[in-house]
C-alpha cells in the first residue's frame, strides 16, 4: 500500500515525527539504460516506427514529469504518415519565399528532413506568464517532457533524437506546424528503429561540473 503524506509534515518547525522509508527495489535495467543512452543520427533511425498504441505510451510516460503548479505547460504534437511529407512541403514553401535564389538541390529539403524519421513529436513549451510559477521553471518542464520521451522512447526499443532546427526556430515555420504565437518549440524529437550501433562520446568528468556547497568558515 502506497502511504500518503500528510500536507503538514512539509510545513517549516512542523512537530510532525519523521515518516518511515519506504523501501523502494532498485532497477538496475533503467540504471544500464540510463547509463548507455546515445543519441543516433536521424539517418539511422528507420521503419518500423512506433504504432498508435506504442505513441500514446511514449506520451503518457512523457507527460509524467514534475510541473509546479499542475500548469501543464507544455504539449505534443505528432507528425507521422503522410503528414510529414505535407508538412514538408509547407515547409519547402516557405523556405524558398525567405531564401529567393534557393539552390535546387535544396527544394525540398525540409519534406526530406520530416521523412527521414518515422515519427516526429514536436514538443511545445506553452508558459502562462500570469501564473505564479517563474516562466523559466515552466520552459524547464517542457524540457523534462522531451527528455522523458526520448528516454521512453529507447525503453521501448526505439532510438530517438531531439533536434532544434529551422522549423521550430522560426516562427512563421513553427506557424505552420500548429505551434501558436504564444508557445515555443522545445524540440522535434524524431523517433524510429535504430539502425546502428551509437558509439558513446565523452563525457565530462564529475570533478568538473559538480561542487558540494560548503557554509563559509
Do not use: C
Not at 507527460?63 to 504539449?75: M, S
Not at 528532413?113 to 516526429?120: E, F, I, K
Not at 522560426?170 to 500548429?178: F, S
Request: glycine fraction near 6%.
Amino acid at each position: 500500500m502506497t502511504q500518503s503524506v500528510p500536507r503538514h509534515h512539509h510545513q517549516t518547525g512542523s512537530a510532525t515525527a519523521p515518516l518511515a522509508p519506504i523501501m523502494v527495489e532498485p532497477s538496475p535495467q533503467t540504471l544500464a539504460l540510463l547509463e548507455t543512452r546515445r543519441s543516433l543520427p536521424l539517418r539511422a533511425l528507420v521503419e518500423p516506427g512506433p504504432n498508435a498504441a506504442e505513441i500514446d505510451r511514449m506520451l503518457a510516460i512523457a507527460a509524467r514529469v514534475p510541473d509546479h503548479g499542475r500548469l501543464v505547460p507544455w504539449r505534443f504534437i505528432v507528425l507521422e504518415g503522410e503528414a510529414r511529407a505535407a508538412a514538408g512541403d509547407l515547409l519547402d514553401a516557405l523556405y524558398a519565399a525567405q531564401n529567393p535564389g534557393l539552390a535546387p538541390e535544396k527544394a525540398h529539403m525540409w519534406r526530406d528532413y520530416l521523412l527521414r524519421a518515422p515519427v516526429t513529436v514536436i514538443v511545445v513549451s506553452r508558459t502562462d506568464p500570469a501564473a505564479k510559477i517563474p516562466q523559466f521553471n515552466q520552459v524547464l518542464s517542457a524540457g523534462a517532457a522531451a527528455m522523458n520521451l526520448v528516454v521512453a522512447a529507447t525503453a521501448m526499443g526505439f532510438s530517438a533524437l531531439w533536434l532544434l532546427k529551422w522549423p521550430g526556430r522560426d516562427p512563421d515555420a513553427a506557424a505552420l506546424l500548429g505551434v501558436a504565437a504564444t508557445e515555443q518549440v522545445a524540440g522535434f524529437l524524431h523517433i524510429g528503429r535504430p539502425a546502428a550501433q551509437a558509439e558513446d562520446r565523452p563525457r565530462p568528468p564529475l570533478d568538473q561540473i559538480v561542487t558540494r556547497w560548503r557554509p563559509a568558515p
